[in-house]
């Protein structure tokens, strides 16, 4: 509309905010809608499932043949996290869920965690047909300023092709789990750009949100604790301003991962207090 009328008055102008227009427009439109396959629009909350740990940790644990335990689990997941390999080699394309691509690897649990490289070319990404792409920053480790670099380039090309990206902040041996830091990476991944901030749950969770402006911000579950207690992580979180989880090993190694990915669902999207979620979760 507004590019019509400004060719009535001014074909220069015209001319002009139609490159820049037609570009910037359409591009947010694809953001947006991408956003949108992944935060539902209608509760504001996610649940992504995450199952990219392989890149750097080899078979894990559930994860050895990764589509006899995560293709049950789809149906009950917003979106997820996954590496083109694992794509390729466990997920059918018959599956409608988002896909949030691991586009950082190139280390392994035997070095160095921090000197990740980008694995993976946007234009993999885009035939994958990926929602959004992701890669991990090590604020504070060896090769901080690489995968600083590494999340610049992907929210760069991302934003060529209206394709979100999530950035991992990744807690290396030597730093605590506490807001300042916590706070410190993800203030750093919103100001290069990324449109979604995964982080890790912490005491005065909140300042961590807050740090992140209007990004949005989810959770990454860890390492695999009790039931109730992940179930009450993601509670806090979601009260403390998090717009979802972005989990894994707590659903997927869990004795009933359906039971845990339903209960994890009333609670992000419904808020459902613990108790009446972790009855789904026996159920
Ligand atoms: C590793 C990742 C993993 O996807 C993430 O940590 C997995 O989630 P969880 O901790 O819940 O198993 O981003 O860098």
Not at 10 to 17: F, G, Q, T
């Amino acid at each position: 509309m507004s590019v019509f009328k400004l060719n009535l008055f001014n074909n220069k102008v015209y001319k002009l905010m139609d490159v820049f227009l037609g570009k910037v427009v359409s591009m947010n439109w694809g953001m947006k809608n991408r956003l949108n396959r992944i935060i539902n629009p209608k509760t504001g909350h996610c649940v992504m499932l995450a199952v990219d740990h392989g890149f750097f940790q080899g078979p894990t644990t559930g994860l050895r043949n990764l589509g006899k335990t995560i293709n049950p689990l789809i149906p009950y997941a917003d979106a997820l996290m996954i590496t083109r390999g694992g794509i390729r080699n466990w997920i059918p394309p018959e599956m409608d869920k988002p896909i949030i691509l691991r586009m950082s690897g190139g280390t392994s649990i035997l070095k160095e965690l921090s000197n990740e490289i980008i694995t993976t070319t946007v234009e993999d990404a885009i035939r994958i047909n990926a929602s959004a792409i992701t890669c991990s920053i090590f604020v504070g480790a060896e090769f901080e300023q690489q995968s600083i670099a590494n999340l610049s380039h992907l929210v760069n090309e991302g934003q060529k092709y209206g394709i979100p990206v999530l950035a991992v902040t990744a807690v290396g041996k030597e730093m605590a789990r506490d807001a300042r830091f916590l706070g410190l990476a993800s203030r750093i991944a919103v100001e290069i750009g990324a449109q979604i901030v995964k982080t890790y749950f912490c005491d005065d969770f909140e300042k961590v949100v807050e740090a992140c402006g209007n990004t949005p911000v989810v959770i990454a579950g860890g390492k695999k604790i009790d039931e109730k207690d992940a179930l009450q992580m993601a509670k806090n979180a979601r009260d403390k301003g998090a717009v979802g989880v972005d989990m894994g090993r707590n659903i997927f190694q869990s004795d009933n991962p359906i039971g845990m990915i339903k209960a994890v669902r009333a609670i992000i999207h419904d808020g459902m207090a613990v108790e009446d979620a972790f009855k789904i979760y026996k159920e």
